[in-house]
């Protein structure tokens, strides 16, 4: 396998960053996963965009241009002969002094990596269990809207999950709101309206969140963002949770509560699908 790393592609052996490297000293950086269908990187721009936003609010400069970053994600992507995959694409802040100062740390590092996926049986849509998280994110967080190399609540959420043989750990905030799964948004179906934690939530400004957002809307069904407690949730018509890795995933149970099962979501994920297909297929 080879990666991208400051403008070079290497065999991943190859591909070292400094142990001086802010990323791996303090999280200080970025990243962005993204799915690939057809060797095309599936809403790059959107992806991009977000990335461009974080870097701006850090302070850290994109050390290419988006033209650039695309032309050498598909060549990584090629050269790895792996058309349906998931890119990583990692923004450090690099190498500094000693301690949290970002003083002269002005030579960014970035890194991108594909990595080989099992998708989800086609003409299915995947079902997962949740259980609650222990863990809180903070409500109305600003550092959550961007997708930063620090995710231990994540992490931690994601043990307890894996810990109760659950495939995922729903996260509350502190106000004991639920914001949103350790690597997914959430959305609920009730009363035949979509509904989905606000940003204030302490919750990342998913890619696949919004573009589910605009599926609604076209699909003229109508769609909220509220606040809602977990015991809520178990009273919905359906949940389930987007990935940009994995797309929509349908959600059965909660802390062992059987959720009811809603035919709205059949009609979402059918159009996820073709909007995935429309946007990824090759022409001539």
């Known amino acids: 396998m080879f990666a991208f ?11 070292t960053v400094s142990v001086l490297d802010r990323s791996f000293l303090y999280g200080d950086g970025l990243f962005e996963t993204l799915r690939v269908y057809n060797g ?30 695309q032309r050498q994600a598909e060549a990584l992507i090629q050269k790895n002969q792996l058309p349906e995959c998931v890119l990583r694409m990692t923004l450090s802040r690099g190498v500094g002094i000693r301690g949290y100062s970002t003083k002269d740390a002005d030579r960014p590092t970035l890194v991108m990596t594909v990595h080989p996926l099992t998708a989800p049986a086609k003409g299915q849509i995947s079902q997962w269990r949740l259980i609650t998280s222990t863990l809180r994110v903070p409500a109305g967080d600003p550092v959550a809207n961007y997708k930063t190399c620090n995710k231990l609540h994540q992490i931690l959420a994601r043990a307890e999950a894996e810990a109760q043989s659950a495939d ?6 502190t106000e004991g709101e639920i914001a949103e799964g350790a690597s997914c948004n959430l959305f609920w179906i009730r009363d035949a309206r979509v509904c989905t934690t606000p940003l204030a939530s302490g919750i990342l400004a998913g890619v696949t969140r919004e573009l589910v957002i605009e599926l609604c809307q076209s699909l003229s069904f109508a769609i909220e963002e509220v606040t809602i407690k977990p015991a809520e949730l178990t009273q919905a018509d359906g949940v389930f949770v987007t990935f940009s890795s994995l797309g929509i995933i349908e959600i059965v149970a909660l802390d062992g509560v059987e959720l009811r099962r809603s035919p709205l979501l059949p009609q979402i994920w059918r159009a996820y699908q073709d909007c995935v297909e429309q946007e990824t297929a090759r022409f001539g």
């Open 168 to 173: 995922e750990a729903l996260l509350l905030n």
């Open 5 to 15: 790393i400051n403008g070079q592609l290497v065999p991943e052996a190859e591909a």
């Open 40 to 69: 095309r990187p599936f809403r790059w721009r959107q992806h991009l965009q977000r990335i461009e936003r974080g870097a701006e609010f850090l302070k850290i400069s994109l050390p290419f241009s988006a033209a650039a970053l």
